[in-house]
């Protein structure tokens, strides 16, 4: 790395150290990632979703591989918010990147309740808001997909999350992302981020039976990306260009040259879900990529490519 | 093992900042060499990786049991004729995720001499860290597009390594009889096994039973002959540590004619005067209707047992949630699914509660 580069984004109102995470979900509460990278090199990390209650989550399998992806329907499954406090939120004290719990459930007052639970928290830096997970009966997509419930579960946990951040992560599975996008930032929220994943579906020929014991799954990995990249996009000219609203893009990220196509779509910051499960150590290859990248560019600051598609 | 204990090791959290940083991971991602890529016979192949430097030293550390997860994304395909008509439309499929893979053996290189024969060695030396290369040996069945590409490697072709990872067996104290029970694909960690309990622990008595639906469907080196009709055959791969072996077949092709469940009780009636099942514990691994099977058997006949199990994975190493595993949750009541309140019912992760388990433990 030759020349000085400012990897840092704001967001928000957070200075970032760089602009890469890990998304929620791929990389539990950090006590696993932390064996094959140094954890604190992130711009940011989100946990799992946290729901009011433990979950189990869905029978097996929970898992399939498709072409360049997977579906997974892993139904939420976690320890609880008081475990979470318990057991898991003393170490993420320890990460010096900026910290968000997403949170997930049934009912706007699940919701709610997580994040009042939560909103005292020091380490916390913000929350994201999953109304978009594909595998649970009640709640989930249901909220997503729906412009005036959007509005509403985002205000209620705007006004229950004190002066923690609000990010609002939507459902790619609509017919227009920036009507629910504009409705996540009419009920006040601080950033969005953007793509959970596609409902789909894999039948196993010879048994006639969908693989999944749910049945369906959620659509993640490089396959999703090209349409990732086009909604962020969308997002970004539709509704937030010229806010003070940031974009969390995400969406089948494997490389610096992936998270760098989103930056220039429009997103402030990047997560990077699946590839983790492949090589657990590729958000560190990535910010050395962009870096490297800037550098070969003549860019001085990354900040400098949010948006810059022409 | 104490009543209703699970097998520990993986349980403890591991500290959220290690206290000293290693020079490198301790799991990887390493890159093996591949040093041989032998067919056994019909789908089966025994695969030779060597590990040097940190890889080594992570891999000298294997337990019995404790899995790998293997990058097969960029290696090639056989050429079109060379792929079963069977397997021509998978064959097609793009990798993305690593795949799992359990150890058959593994051992310090021995560097063959004019005395011995590569592959021959009747006792590896034990391995210790720090020190040359390790030899680490996967067995596995070609059934779908990555294990196709592995087909394909030859020696010297690089192949990027997690691991190793999971719990592994254990010994309990007090045991002096090991029954080590291989279903289908389940032998490569019972093998592991049994080189390890030759090593660390030379007095156990031990003795081997491999089971599959036909004699084309056991992975083992010597295609089967007449003699394994004979009770007392011994399969290459456990006669090789001086374990006796025996093998039992659906259809009665090699060997005992039934499950291995049957022939575990044949063998049980047989030797039941000096049997003492206290001192006695069964190791499995294999199709989950034969652990079920073997599971109720070592109730009945108050044997411990601990089990290894499958499940899909798409990391390996405790990211996901994707290897739920259904247990027998512990005193006091564990998670609860979905909406169901208090349960006798959790669910562990295979990749990292595991894969080796209490069969008291699991909901079959
Ligand atoms: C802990 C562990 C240890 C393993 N050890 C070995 C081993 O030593 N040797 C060996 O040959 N295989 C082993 N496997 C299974 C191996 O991972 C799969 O056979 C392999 O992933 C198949 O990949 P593929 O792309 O060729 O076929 P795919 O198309 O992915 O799968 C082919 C078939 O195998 C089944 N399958 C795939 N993965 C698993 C799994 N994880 N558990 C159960 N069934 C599965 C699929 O349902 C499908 O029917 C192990 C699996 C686990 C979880
Ligand atoms: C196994 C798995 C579990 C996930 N769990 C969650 C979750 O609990 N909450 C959530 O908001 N998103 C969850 N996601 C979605 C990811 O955070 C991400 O939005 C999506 O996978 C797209 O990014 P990717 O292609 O890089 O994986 C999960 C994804 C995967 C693959
Ligand atoms: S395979 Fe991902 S948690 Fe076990």
């Known amino acids: 790395m030759e020349n000085q580069i400012d990897m840092s984004v704001e967001f928000a109102g957070l200075k970032l150290a760089n602009p890469v995470w890990t998304a929620s979900g791929t990389c539990g509460y950090a006590d696993e990632l932390g064996e094959f990278m140094d954890v604190s090199k992130l711009g940011g990390f989100i946990t799992k979703s946290v729901t009011i209650k433990p979950?189990?989550?869905?029978?097996?399998?929970?898992?399939?591989?498709?072409?360049?992806?997977?579906?997974?329907?892993?139904?939420?499954?976690?320890?609880?918010?008081?475990?979470?406090?318990?057991?898991?939120?003393?170490?993420?004290?320890?990460?010096?990147?900026?910290?968000?719990?997403?949170?997930?459930?049934e009912t706007i007052e699940d919701y709610v309740a997580?994040?009042?639970?939560?909103?005292?928290?020091?380490?916390?830096?913000?929350?994201?808001?999953?109304?978009?997970?594909?595998?649970?009966?009640?709640?989930?997509?249901?909220?997503?997909?729906?412009?005036?419930?959007?509005?509403?579960?985002?205000?209620?946990?705007?006004?229950?999350?004190?002066?923690?951040?609000?990010?609002?992560?939507?459902?790619?599975?609509?017919?227009?992302?920036?009507?629910?996008?504009?409705?996540?930032?009419?009920?006040?929220?601080?950033?969005?981020?953007?793509?959970?994943?596609?409902?789909?579906?894999?039948?196993d020929i010879e048994t006639r039976k969908p693989v999944l014991a749910n049945r369906t799954g959620g659509l993640s990995g490089p396959a999703i990306k090209p349409i990732a990249v086009y909604m962020v996009n969308k997002v970004f000219n539709e509704v937030t260009k010229g806010t003070q609203i940031p974009i969390l893009g995400m969406g089948g990220i494997r490389t610096a040259s992936d998270a760098i196509e989103f930056i220039l779509a429009g997103a402030t910051a990047v997560a990077v879900g699946t590839s983790n499960f492949v090589e657990p150590n590729c958000t560190v290859k990535i910010i050395d990529g962009i870096h490297k990248y800037c550098d070969n560019h003549g860019v001085v600051a990354v900040r400098d490519l949010i948006g810059k598609v022409e | 093992m104490t009543e209703g204990q699970p097998v520990q090791q993986a349980q403890t959290p591991a500290p959220a900042t290690p206290p000293i940083v290693p020079s490198y991971n301790p799991k990887g991602p390493f890159e093996a060499t591949v040093v041989f890529n032998k067919p056994l016979h019909q789908k089966f192949y025994r695969l030779g990786l060597q590990f040097a430097g940190p890889g080594a030293e992570a891999f000298a550390k294997t337990r019995p049991?404790?899995?790998?997860?293997?990058?097969?994304?960029?290696?090639?395909?056989?050429?079109?004729?060379?792929?079963?008509?069977?397997?021509?439309?998978?064959?097609?499929?793009?990798?993305?995720?690593?795949?799992p893979f359990s150890f058959a053996r593994v051992a310090k290189e021995v560097i063959p001499?004019?005395?011995?024969?590569?592959?021959?060695?009747?006792?590896?030396?034990p391995v210790s860290s720090g020190v040359g290369k390790i030899i680490a040996e996967v067995v596995y069945c070609v059934l779908g597009p990555a294990t196709l590409r592995m087909t394909t490697l030859v020696k010297g072709n690089p192949i990027n390594v997690i691991g190793p990872l999971?719990?592994?067996?254990?010994?309990?104290?007090?045991?002096?009889?090991?029954?080590?029970?291989?279903?289908?694909?389940?032998?490569?960690?019972?093998?592991?096994?049994?080189?390890?309990?030759?090593?660390?622990?030379?007095?156990?008595?031990?003795?081997?039973?491999?089971?599959?639906?036909?004699?084309?469907?056991?992975p083992f080196d010597r295609p089967l002959d007449n003699l394994s009709r004979?009770?007392?055959?011994?399969?290459?791969?456990?006669?090789?540590?001086?374990?006796?072996?025996?093998?039992?077949?659906?259809?009665?092709?090699?060997?005992?004619?039934?499950?291995?469940?049957?022939?575990?009780l044949d063998w049980l009636s047989q030797n039941a005067l000096s049997f003492n099942p206290a001192e006695a514990i069964i190791y499995a691994c294999g199709p989950r209707s034969m652990l079920t099977t073997i599971a109720k058997l070592a109730r009945d006949?108050?044997?411990?047992?601990?089990?290894?199990?499958?499940?899909?994975?798409?990391?390996?190493i405790g990211l996901c949630q994707s290897c739920a595993v259904k247990c027998v949750a512990p005193v006091g009541g564990g998670i609860p699914a979905g909406d169901k309140s208090p349960t006798a019912e959790t669910y562990k992760l295979c990749c990292k509660d595991g894969p080796v388990f209490d069969a008291k433990e699991i909901v079959f």
């Open chain 1, 55 to 105: 979950r189990q989550g869905n029978p097996t399998p929970r898992i399939v591989e498709t072409d360049n992806g997977m579906l997974n329907a892993i139904g939420l499954a976690n320890v609880g918010v008081d475990e979470f406090i318990a057991e898991k939120l003393p170490a993420l004290e320890k990460m010096s990147c900026a910290v968000f719990v997403n949170i997930a459930g």
């Open chain 1, 114 to 203: 997580v994040a009042q639970r939560l909103c005292e928290q020091k380490v916390i830096a913000g929350f994201e808001l999953n109304i978009s997970c594909p595998n649970v009966k009640q709640g989930g997509i249901t909220f997503g997909t729906q412009p005036a419930l959007v509005k509403e579960i985002t205000s209620a946990v705007k006004s229950a999350c004190g002066s923690k951040m609000l990010m609002v992560k939507l459902t790619p599975s609509v017919t227009d992302i920036a009507v629910t996008a504009k409705a996540a930032v009419e009920g006040g929220a601080d950033a969005l981020s953007l793509i959970n994943t596609f409902t789909a579906m894999v039948i």
């Open chain 2, 65 to 99: 049991g404790q899995f790998a997860q293997f990058d097969l994304s960029n290696i090639a395909l056989p050429p079109a004729d060379a792929i079963p008509e069977e397997l021509k439309d998978e064959s097609a499929r793009q990798i993305l995720l690593r795949r």
């Open chain 2, 113 to 125: 001499s004019a005395h011995s024969a590569p592959g021959q060695t009747a006792h590896p030396k």
């Open chain 2, 166 to 218: 999971g719990n592994g067996f254990t010994v309990p104290a007090g045991k002096k009889r090991a029954l080590l029970v291989a279903g289908g694909m389940g032998s490569p960690p019972l093998e592991h096994l049994a080189q390890v309990l030759t090593l660390e622990h030379p007095t156990m008595d031990a003795i081997a039973f491999a089971g599959a639906k036909t004699k084309e469907d056991l």
């Open chain 2, 230 to 264: 004979e009770i007392g055959f011994w399969l290459k791969e456990f006669g090789r540590y001086s374990i006796s072996s025996f093998v039992a077949t659906d259809d009665g092709s090699a060997g005992f004619k039934g499950f291995v469940s049957a022939c575990i």
């Open chain 2, 301 to 316: 006949k108050k044997i411990d047992c601990q089990i290894s199990m499958e499940e899909m994975m798409a990391c390996g």
